[in-house]
C-alpha cells in the first residue's frame, strides 16, 4: 500500500490528474490529498484537475466548493486547497477504509492514532484523527463521506524532544460578554471569534454566588454554528437563579465534548440591584400585634448570600375596641394596612421593625392590635 502512495505521488509531480484519471485510481492520503488532488495547490490548477464546480458558497475567509466524483467538496482559502472530502466507496486509504468503512473498521486501521475526537451532529457523528489529518461523517454506524486536512503536528527539535512552546494569539477568543437579570433568570450573551479551523461549538456558563459556590450552570450552541475559519458567533445562555450572583465564567467547548476549552472568560455583575425580585424569594417575614402603643411588629428573615439595604413588608391587621356609650356599650372592629420598611439586613440574618397603628374611632377605649399579616413588598441589595 505504501507503494501505491509512492506511486501516487510520483504522478502528481509536475502535473496534476484529469477527472478520468482521477476516478481510475482514488487512494485517500491522511493530511495530504484524496484522488491525487492535493492540499495546498492552487484554485486554478485544483479546478483543472477536478472539472468545473457543481457549485459553491461562501463561509467567512473560506469558499466550500462542491466537486464531481471521486471528490465531493473542496474547501478553498487565500486561493489554495485547505480541505478535501470524498463519498465515492471507490477511495481508500492504505489502511482501505473510506466511504463505506464500519466504525470498528475505522477504529482498528486507527487504533495507534494519537488521539481522536467525536461531535454529534444533525448531520452524523464526526469521528476526527486531528494527528492524523483525516476525519469520517459517520451515519449508522459507517461512513458517509472522508475528509483529509492538515495535520496537527507537535513541534519539536532536532533531537526529537519537544521544542519550548513559541507564544501565539489563542485560536478563539470571547468579545462583548454582558450579562443582565431578567426577572429571576440571569441572560448572558456574547461573541466568539473562531482564528481556527471551522468547527462545532458551544458556550458553557456557570453562575457564582458572593461565597464563589456554583449556583446554577447551562449552555446554548454557537449561532451559527460551525463557526467558520476567521467568522464570528453569537451566543445566549439563560439560567434560572434564586440567589445574587456575584461572577459568571464562560467557556467555548467543541460539540461532543464536556472538558474540553476553545476558550475561556470570567465576568463579574456590578450592578447587584437587577437581583432585587430574585432576593425577595429568599426572605421570610412574621408580623406580631404588641401592645402599649398598638403597633405591628414586623421580623424579616434574610435567606440569601447577600446583605441587604432594606426591605419592605405589607402590613394588614385587625383591631378590635370598646364603646362604653350607650350602656350596655359594644366592641368595635376593624381592619387597615400599611407599609413598613426594615433597616440593614445581614446575610443569614433577621431585622425587625415596627409599624404604629392608631384608633381612628373616636370614643373608642382599649383599643388594641389583635390580628396582623405581612408579605414582602420590596427588597434591595446593598451594593
Given amino acids: 500500500m505504501r507503494c501505491l502512495a509512492a506511486l501516487a505521488c510520483l504522478a502528481a ?27 495546498g495547490t492552487p484554485l486554478a490548477a485544483a479546478l483543472a484537475a477536478a472539472g468545473p464546480p457543481q457549485g459553491q458558497q461562501t463561509a467567512g475567509r473560506q469558499v466550500i466548493y462542491t466537486l464531481r466524483a471521486p471528490w465531493a467538496s473542496m474547501v478553498v482559502e487565500d486561493g489554495v486547497v485547505q480541505r478535501l472530502a470524498t463519498r465515492s466507496p471507490a477511495c481508500k486509504t492504505a489502511a482501505r477504509v473510506g466511504p463505506g468503512s464500519t466504525l470498528r473498521a475505522i477504529g482498528e486501521a486507527y487504533a495507534s492514532a494519537r488521539a481522536s475526537i467525536t461531535a454529534v451532529t444533525t448531520a452524523g457523528d464526526l469521528l476526527s484523527y486531528p494527528f492524523e489529518g483525516i476525519g469520517f461523517l459517520l451515519r449508522r454506524g459507517r461512513a458517509d463521506t472522508v475528509e483529509v486536512f492538515p495535520r496537527d503536528v507537535p513541534t519539536t527539535s532536532s533531537a526529537g524532544m519537544q521544542a519550548p512552546a513559541t507564544p501565539t494569539p489563542p485560536l478563539w477568543a470571547i468579545r462583548a460578554v454582558d450579562a443582565r437579570v431578567d426577572g429571576v433568570v440571569l441572560v448572558v450573551t456574547g461573541i466568539v471569534e473562531n482564528h481556527g479551523r471551522a468547527m462545532l461549538a458551544y458556550a458553557e456558563v456557570a453562575a457564582l454566588d458572593d461565597r464563589g459556590r456554583q449556583v446554577a ?13 476567521g467568522g464570528t458567533a453569537t451566543f445566549e445562555v439563560r439560567l434560572n437563579v ?5 461572577r459568571y465564567t464562560v467557556t467555548v467547548r467543541p460539540v461532543g465534548s464536556i472538558t474540553g ?17 430574585v432576593v425577595m424569594r429568599r426572605l421570610q417575614v412574621a408580623a406580631e400585634p404588641a401592645a402599649g402603643p398598638p403597633r405591628v411588629v414586623v421580623t424579616v428573615s434574610n435567606g ?3 446583605a441587604l439595604a432594606s426591605a419592605t413588608a405589607a402590613v394588614e391587621y385587625d383591631t378590635r375596641c370598646f364603646i362604653p356609650v350607650p350602656r350596655p356599650g359594644r366592641f368595635v372592629s376593624t381592619a387597615g394596612s400599611g407599609l413598613v420598611t426594615v433597616g440593614q439586613i445581614p446575610a443569614g440574618g433577621t431585622a425587625q421593625a415596627a409599624l404604629a397603628v392608631a384608633n381612628a374611632t373616636p370614643g373608642c377605649e382599649n383599643f388594641a392590635v389583635v390580628a396582623a399579616r405581612a408579605r414582602i413588598a420590596d427588597a434591595k441589595v446593598a451594593d
Avoid at 14 to 25: D, F, I, Q, R, Y
Avoid at 217 to 229: F, H, R, W
Avoid at 261 to 277: C, K, M, P, V
Fill in 13 to 39: 509531480v509536475g502535473s496534476l490528474p484529469t477527472p478520468a484519471a482521477a476516478a481510475a485510481v482514488c487512494l485517500i492520503v491522511e493530511g495530504r490529498e484524496i484522488a491525487g488532488l492535493r492540499l
Fill in 217 to 229: 450552570t447551562g449552555d446554548s450552541p454557537l449561532d451559527p454554528n460551525p463557526v467558520p475559519y
Fill in 242 to 246: 434564586d440567589d445574587v450572583v456575584r
Fill in 261 to 277: 476549552s476553545l476558550a475561556d472568560q470570567t465576568g463579574e455583575i456590578r450592578n447587584r440591584q437587577q437581583f432585587n425580585q
Fill in 304 to 306: 440569601s448570600v447577600a
